[in-house]
């Protein structure tokens, strides 16, 4: 499966889904997203793929979304591509395990969150802007960071928006191991194969298990965050903070309440 920006290939059960954007940092755009959650919600029912891997590039995972192409999206909530793959991921029964290498923003982070096993390229810088964009947490970031790492941690990166190191996603629990770039997807592959060679039954019930607990919760995370989210894209405070970003400039936000 291909649409060009996102490919799949698989592999002694591992299923490898690549963003495949490098010229944009694989900034993800709806027809990605599209890709992605129809590439993840096919691998539910095929017995071949015990494991999906995510990636992007050792030099870049994901820049977060395009933000022309958001912009120029209609606002629809509860049908829109990325709740597709948002939902696809979060529900999905198999292991998923991330290598994630030079930059990850946004839901570059939050998908993460939603992943089993994450392999981090010591090199990478992280962050989640969404307030300097004028927006708000996604992908139940604002349920499942502070369960993780404590309010105040989850406060920082949130409120704060601040780029943070491969070291610090260590430290606070978002990834397993921090390692040299080049090396990082080999990793990530062999611990897929090696998730993908033990029982596929046992494996399914045990992350049901580690889930079960939280899942509805984080279910309806996605949902009440998508609420303002998506509206929030159109509003002032969005289109004068994409603004300014894109005009390589300050936002000014004086007139805004």
């Known amino acids: 499966m291909s649409d060009n920006h996102v490919t799949t290939t698989l592999a002694e059960g591992v299923l490898t889904l690549r963003m495949n954007r490098l010229d944009k940092?694989?900034?993800?755009?709806?027809a990605?997203?599209?890709a992605m959650a129809e590439a993840i919600e096919s691998a539910t029912n095929n017995t071949e793929?015990?494991?999906?891997l995510i990636t992007g590039d050792a030099s870049c995972f994901c820049a977060g979304n395009d933000l022309?192409?958001?912009m120029n999206s209609p606002a629809t909530p509860g049908g829109t591509p990325v709740e597709r793959f948002m939902k696809a991921l979060s529900a999905f029964e198999?292991?998923?395990?991330?290598?994630?290498?030079?930059?990850?923003?946004?839901?570059?982070?939050t998908m993460l969150l939603h992943c089993d096993l994450v392999y981090c390229g010591e090199k990478t810088k992280l962050n989640m802007p969404f307030v300097s964009l004028g927006i708000c947490p996604e992908f139940a970031s604002s349920y499942v960071l502070p369960r993780l790492m404590g309010h105040v941690r989850a406060a920082e990166l949130l409120m704060l928006g601040e780029a943070f190191t491969a070291e610090t996603?260590?430290?606070y629990g978002l990834v397993n191991a921090v390692l040299p770039n080049d090396q990082v997807e080999a990793k990530?592959?062999?611990k897929a194969k090696h998730l993908a060679s033990l029982a596929p039954k046992a494996m399914r019930i045990t992350k049901m298990l580690l889930k079960k607990w939280s899942n509805a919760t984080s279910a309806e995370a996605i949902d009440?965050?998508?609420?303002y989210f998506i509206p929030m894209l159109k509003q002032p405070e969005a289109i004068e903070s994409i603004t300014a970003f894109m005009q390589k400039r300050k936002p000014d936000y004086s007139k805004l309440a």
Do not use: H, W
């Open 32 to 34: 990605m997203y599209t």
């Open 94 to 109: 198999k292991p998923v395990v991330a290598s994630v290498c030079g930059i990850a923003v946004g839901i570059g982070v």
């Open 169 to 171: 996603a260590l430290q």
């Open 49 to 52: 793929v015990r494991v999906v």
């Open 188 to 190: 990530a592959q062999e």
């Open 25 to 30: 940092k694989n900034a993800l755009t709806q």
């Open 224 to 227: 009440f965050e998508a609420g």
């Open 68 to 70: 022309v192409d958001f």
